[in-house]
């Protein structure tokens, strides 16, 4: 089993599957590091997504 992650415009961050939701997760934090410096995350859909709040935004999936 392995999991990716998906942005808030639906798009894969990373370009990998992991094998763990541990991974996953970590691999996320270090993806929404990124933007603290700026703030946000931007998106035609949604607007502007204070960092804080990208979690709410992007989601886990998990493959078989």
Request: charged share 25%.
């Amino acid at each position: 089993m392995t999991y990716q992650i998906l942005s808030p415009d639906g798009i894969e961050i990373g370009n990998e599957s992991y094998t763990s939701l541990k991974q996953a997760r970590k691999a996320f934090k270090d993806w929404q590091a990124r933007y603290k410096v700026q703030g946000y995350y931007s998106t035609n859909q949604w607007g502007r997504i204070p960092v804080e709040d990208l979690e709410s935004y992007c989601e886990i999936i998990q493959n078989k």
